[in-house]
């Protein structure tokens, strides 16, 4: 069977996965929040290798092929493919592997400190963020 999700298209057989494998999931969300990844802050490159590590050990534990760091200049990019459909288009994500710094303090309103995650009102919170 297929529902509809706000915009999306959702088959049973995925929303049962994400329901058997709620926690596990949860577990790997929280691992990453943790990770102290201030991409724009000197203090924290050895921060950035920590996510670097996490993100490419799961593309590989996702069965992706060709899994790869890109140096572009600055922090790398991550790469993977998985190329189990011939002939299918292709799909691109891209997102970041890094968070804001925390400063200036007296703006963040979160009260986890940095490279924490905490659960209040249905809600993960990882870092400090800004309330201007």
């Known amino acids: 069977m297929v529902r509809r999700l706000g915009v999306g298209v959702v088959t049973d ?6 329901e058997e494998q ?10 990453v929040l ?3 990844s201030v991409s724009t802050d000197p203090a924290y490159v050895e921060g950035m290798a920590a ?7 799961r593309l590989q534990e996702m069965g992706l092929d060709n899994v790869q760091l890109l140096d572009g200049g600055g922090h790398p990019a991550l790469y993977g493919a998985w190329t189990g459909a011939p002939g ?3 799909f691109i994500i891209y997102g970041h592997y890094d968070v804001q710094p925390p400063d200036p303090l007296e703006l ?3 009260g986890v400190p940095d490279a924490a995650a ?3 009102d249905k809600r993960h919170v990882g870092r400090l963020h800004r309330t201007r």
């Open 22 to 31: 709620h926690e596990t999931i949860l577990e790997r969300l929280k691992a």
């Open 34 to 36: 943790r990770l102290p």
């Open 13 to 18: 057989d995925v929303v049962r996965y994400l």
């Open 88 to 90: 299918a288009p292709t």
């Open 108 to 110: 963040c309103s979160s």
């Open 118 to 120: 905490d659960h209040r």
């Open 51 to 57: 996510p670097r590590a996490h993100f490419l050990q």
